[in-house]
């Protein structure tokens, strides 16, 4: 059974790891949780070029010179929940619209055009906007153009996400927002995304329903980073041992200022979150880490070869964006504006391969 540890236990045993266990974790071949809370530490905020090195280093080793990309598209933003960070939150005046499946095929061809071969689909959770059905018809209609075809909506049971599967998306991301249950109470204030343990089992249900992919993640700016990054490792290690041969990613989203004006709990600075991924790096060298356009350019290059591994570039987070770049309605400001040709040469430059392509329908066909 998945089980995470309180936080103000989390945050009593990152209070008390000494430079002695961080120097020991950052020797380990095999690091365990233990480790990752000296990783994790305040005792490690010394070491962090230590941790950048290794990082860098074993993500050279794992994923080579590539750093991996993708683009979403914003199906919906209607959604039924309050959440109160969020700018598609219910409560929100904003324009709402659901992109008919030719307006989404329409979007994803903007994106085509551009050269992105992985897309996300993104909507607000609200089935009577986006459901299983309309994905399913739309991933039909997609997948030939797309080498891979992702998810982050509403959570779902295994036997919708095999109705996915079969139709041709093959990664599920569901982020928990927060692993601290009292203080998921306090943002999620009504709609069904208020059942936490729900929340929590999501990625488990779309691992079984056969999934090739499942990201996890947490939003920064809520709970103490250093323990939600703990109850991350928790949560990624029980999920590779449950399911090995399923891949993971795990995605650092930063809050940024959206409608609602929500005012973060707890400010994560730039050198807390390049700490997080890097912690999270060396204790799971293969996982594949996602740094999104919410992250300005200058850190995103500054970050590049050096854990993360998949970026998406040119994103608009509002519905009918890419058709029309004066469409309202979106969930939050990106803070990197660059087209997908400028990142990539800002890849190249730094001595990487983009990589547009890391799957092919054909296998999850021979899988299926
Ligand atoms: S975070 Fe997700 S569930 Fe919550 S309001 Fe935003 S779109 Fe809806």
Known sequence: MLTIPDFQILKTNLASCTANDVKRALAVKRPTMTDLCALLSPASNAFLPQLAALSKKLTLQRFGKTTQLYGPIYLSNYCTNRCAYCGFSANNRIRRRCLTLDEAEIEADILHKRGFKHILLVSGEAKNAVDVEYLETLARRLRRRFASLSIEIQPLSSREYRRLFAAGIASVAVYQETYDPPLYDRVHLAGKKCDFNY???????????????????????????????????????????????????????????????????????????????????IFDPDVGLLLSTREEARFRDGMLGLGPTRYSAGSCTAPGGYSNPEQEGEQFSVGDHRSLAEVCATIRAHGLDPVYKDWDPVFQEAEG
């Open 199 to 281: 929340r929590l089992h999501t990625p488990t249900r779309a691992a079984e329903a056969g999934m090739r992919e499942i990201g996890i993640g947490a939003l920064l700016g809520l709970g103490d980073w250093r323990a939600e990054g703990m109850a991350l490792g928790y949560h990624l290690a029980w999920l590779r041992k449950k399911f090995w041969k399923t891949a993971f990613t795990v995605s650092f989203p930063r809050l940024r200022p959206a409608a609602g004006e929500f005012e973060p709990f707890e400010i994560v600075s730039e050198r807390d979150l390049s700490h997080l991924i890097f912690a999270l790096r």
